[in-house]
Nanobody, 115 residues
């Protein structure tokens, strides 16, 4: 069983930056996709960015040019660098890892962008 632990959230000002981290713990053979989703209050969960073990990335339109997803397979970690933050980026951010036929989610971490 895999557990995902997220860190790095909190409060940022508009135009600021923040980096989210997610580390996987447990027995893992291979992590195919690692990435991030988010869910704003009253809205559905949506894709932010994902990265396969082969280096293929996929970004939501709002994340392109502002966010960067990266991973460290040795540390079993995935990161999300967020720049030029906007109030509409306020949401709970969830880490996702797929391994084999299984899909794992973190508990979520709050990101608030406000003056």
């Amino acid at each position: 069983q895999m557990q995902l632990v997220e860190s790095g959230g909190g409060l940022a000002e508009p135009g600021g930056s923040m980096t989210l981290s997610c580390t996987a713990a447990g027995s893992i053979y291979s992590m195919y996709v690692m990435g991030w989703y988010r869910q704003a209050s009253g809205k559905q969960r949506e894709l932010v960015a994902t990265l396969t073990q082969y280096g293929q990335s996929h970004y939501a339109d709002f994340a392109k040019s502002r966010f960067t997803v990266s991973r460290d397979n040795i540390k079993k970690a995935v990161y999300l660098q967020m720049n030029s933050l906007k109030p509409e980026d306020t949401a709970v951010y969830y880490c996702l890892v797929t391994a084999g036929d299984n899909e794992y989610w973190g508990q979520g971490i709050q990101v608030t962008v406000s003056p």
